[in-house]
Nanobody
């Protein structure tokens, strides 16, 4: 089970920190990802992190602004989002894969578990 939190309303240029807590699985065995879905758009990957945390992936839109991290002792993955822009407005979902992340890390079909989503709204 994945539980995401940390969304909210923020002005452009502001920051938010999303967190996703996992239960029911050995967290260190899970590759983790953050996706988002804006109204009228398809779900897209934002970032992902390997089981050990040694490898991270960022979508072009997230590079230089977002940072993904994980705490395997706390069974939590975080997404630190800085310099937010209105285009970042979306529902953000955390996702987990019960084995190592594959090359097609941006394909939401490779993830086994999904959180309920947390709304991020960036006002201009």
């Amino acid at each position: 089970q994945l539980q995401a939190c940390g969304g909210g309303l923020v002005q452009a240029g502001g920051s938010l920190r999303l967190s996703c807590a996992a239960s029911g699985r050995t967290f260190s065995s899970l590759g983790m990802g953050w996706f988002r879905q804006a109204p009228g758009k398809e779900r897209e990957i934002v970032s992902a992190i390997s089981r050990s945390g040694a490898m991270t992936y960022y979508a072009e839109s997230a590079k230089g602004r977002f940072t993904i991290s994980r705490d395997n002792a706390e069974n939590t993955v975080h997404l630190e989002m800085n310099r937010l822009i209105p285009e970042d407005t979306a529902v953000y979902y955390c996702a987990a894969r019960n084995r190592r992340l594959p090359a097609n890390i941006q394909d939401d079909q490779v993830y086994d578990y999904w959180g309920q989503g947390t709304q991020v709204t960036v006002s201009s």
